[in-house]
């Protein structure tokens, strides 16, 4: 893919159609979500596509993180936190009881906004999900971790220093070890949180490109402050503003002919 | 630069007052020296006598004024790894469980109350030890323990109650709240991310435990092993009142043995030849060695993880 701005997905594309059709890969439900006292997401309904990336764009602090993290009920682990109405994953209520998160979390992967790879070497990092998954055997794992590693775009900086720890790498490269490390678990959904804030534009076309070759099989959500880079590489766009859901639209729609006037003062740089 | 000329009281003042901390700071390290001399200068005349022959002796005699440490040397190693084989297990147990799993209400509570424990004086312990434990032991933990492993030279023997076994418990249940508060302050400081990426590789509780919080903790909480040892080498009150005083190196945990620092403890006042004194005096500074030494590892180790994460210095 070349570096310039291109929308991608114009409306009436297959899966445009198939979005209009069918049920999304997620389904957002009528989703509140509160930290303690703090109501930070507000009736939220949207069904992100299979097949298809969708962004979540919106000024800083609108609830794009947690609206993300409710997907794969990250926001588990925040004391305080709580939710009312559903998200569905391929057709299945992630919040009823009797979920299986283990499972959840290996279909649904994450990266997050800041990296975190752990004090372990770079091959043990990307290692990591099929070891504790036991996605396949031992003798299969340098094949997957290089796999994995030239996916991310970042075989050819490591393939010599595998065995170096991976917090020893920059920051741009920690990211792309920790999307390698999610990308090696085999999800069926990725979830990634502002996945280039912290990399250089090479390395974010490469992500891009990556992203853009994973939708064919894999439902892509990514939350990004970049808008050239929802309209270039997003199908879909959801706009969010103060825990709101403005508009949800095909990313050239909502680009080019925003139906709400807090879209269209967003997108065109007038506040956020 | 005329405006900045201080005036010459408040150079005087800054310049005593420096001097005083200067004082203060300097102090510390020449007292250590001091007492390092002290004690060298006491234990001089065991220590041209018996020469290195003095760590490997066995022979306690002031009849013959003949000494050698190494009952008391093998008998504080022994007590002191005992104490860490039982004690470490339960202090992280109670580590993890505080950070990890327990419901949060619960878990400032309960670190309080094992940090209690630190708080009970040795001669309690002792006590405790001589009038609940030892019967304990006698009654119902010594009788499994001989018809389980009575075959194996570690649990032979006839238990009078007065041994290794009880300095061991003893030592341990003295030196868990320091193990677990260091190893939970470990565990405060690793950054919730870490649990975050590996729940979000599907790992469980358990596993991200294991596989993520514990490796990176790893060194502090090998400080927190470290410190309780040195806490069990130098412990001494609640030891002497239970491991039997004998000058001897048994295998049997059910036998009566020594410690360095019970040794000093008890015969410092019996002590009538200069050489007996000396000889005291070389154990002390034996133990006062090994204690520095395993301390100034501890904090390595514990600092180590601390300099990663403000959290983690409280720590130390
Ligand atoms: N762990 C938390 N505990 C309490 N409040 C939180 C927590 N995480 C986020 N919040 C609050 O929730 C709101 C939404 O935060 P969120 O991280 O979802 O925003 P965001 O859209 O991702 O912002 P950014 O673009 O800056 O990453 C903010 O007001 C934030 O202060
Ligand atoms: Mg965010």
């Known amino acids: 893919m070349s570096g310039t701005v291109r929308l991608a997905a114009p409306a009436g594309s297959p899966e ?31 069904s992100v596509p299979p097949r298809a990336i969708t962004a979540f764009i919106g000024p800083s602090g609108c609830g794009k993180s947690t609206l993300l993290r409710s997907i794969n009920r990250m926001n588990d682990l925040v004391p305080d936190a709580r939710h009312t109405g559903d998200i569905e994953v391929f057709g299945r209520s992630v919040y009823a009881p009797g979920t299986d998160l283990v499972e959840l979390r290996r279909r649904v992967g994450m990266v997050f906004q800041r990296p975190n790879p752990f004090p372990k070497s770079i091959f043990d990092n990307v290692a990591y999900g099929p070891r504790i998954n036991g996605l396949c055997p031992a003798n299969e794992l340098p094949a997957r971790v290089e796999k994995a590693l030239r996916q991310a775009a970042l075989w050819e900086e490591v393939r010599d220093r595998l065995h170096q720890p991976g917090t020893s790498l920059s920051g741009g490269q920690q990211q792309r070890l920790c999307i390698a490390r999610a990308l090696a678990n085999d999800p069926e959904i990725l979830l990634l949180d502002e996945p280039c804030s912290a990399l250089d534009p090479i390395a974010t076309q490469r992500i891009e490109e990556l992203l853009v070759e994973l939708k064919e099989q894999y ?53 956020g | ?140 933990a010594v009788p499994l323990l001989q018809r389980a492993f009575g075959w194996t030279p570690l649990f032979a023997g006839t238990f009078y109650g007065n041994s290794m076994l009880a300095a061991g418990i003893i030592l341990a249940i003295m030196i868990l709240p320091y193990i677990s508060a260091v190893a939970r302050e470990v565990l405060l400081a690793v950054p919730n991310d870490q649990r975050e990426a590996a729940l979000a590789m599907g790992a469980t509780r358990w596993e991200a435990v294991w596989t993520a919080v514990l490796p990176y903790g790893k060194a502090g909480l090998m400080g ?93």
């Open chain 1, 16 to 46: 445009v159609r198939q979005a209009e059709s069918g049920k999304g890969a997620i389904e957002i439900q009528g989703f509140d979500f509160w930290y303690g006292r703090n109501h930070v997401l507000h009736d939220i309904t949207a």
């Open chain 1, 219 to 271: 439902t892509i959500v990514i939350v990004t402050h970049n808008l050239q880079q929802a309209a270039r590489i997003a199908d879909y766009t959801a706009f969010l503003y103060l825990g709101t859901l403005i508009e949800f639209a095909p990313s050239h729609d909502l680009f080019t002919r925003p139906r709400d006037p807090r879209t269209e003062a967003y997108i065109t740089g007038r506040f």
């Open chain 2, 1 to 140: 630069m005329a405006r900045y000329r201080r005036t010459r009281s408040v150079a005087l003042g800054d310049r005593v007052f420096h001097a005083a901390l200067w004082i203060c700071a300097a102090s510390i390290p020449l007292l250590l020296l001091a007492i390092v001399l002290e004690l060298a200068v006491t234990a001089w005349p065991a220590i041209t006598r018996f020469g290195w022959g003095f760590l490997v002796s066995t022979a306690w005699d002031p009849v013959t004024d003949t000494y050698g440490a190494l009952p008391m040397i093998v008998g504080t190693a022994v007590s002191s790894l005992l104490a860490l084989l039982i004690a470490v297990p339960l202090a992280l147990g109670v580590a993890i469980f505080l950070t990890e799993f327990a419901p949060l209400w619960m878990r400032e509570p309960i670190a309080r109350l094992v940090e209690l424990l630190a708080a009970i004086p040795s001669v309690v312990y002792g006590l405790w030890g001589i009038f609940v434990l030892i019967p304990l032991l006698r009654e119902y």
């Open chain 2, 224 to 316: 927190a092993v470290v410190l309780g040892l040195g806490r069990a080498l130098g412990e001494t009150m609640a030891v002497t009142m239970v491991i039997g005083n004998r000058h001897e190196i048994g295998l049997s945990l059910l036998q009566p043995g020594y410690t360095m620092a019970a040794a000093i403890a008890n015969e410092f006042a019996e002590a009538v030849t200069e050489l007996h004194l000396a000889a005291l005096f070389e154990i002390g500074l034996i133990l006062f060695a090994i204690t520095v030494a395993v301390n100034a590892a501890a904090r390595l180790l514990v600092w180590r993880v601390a300099r990663a994460s403000a959290a983690g210095s409280r720590a130390l």
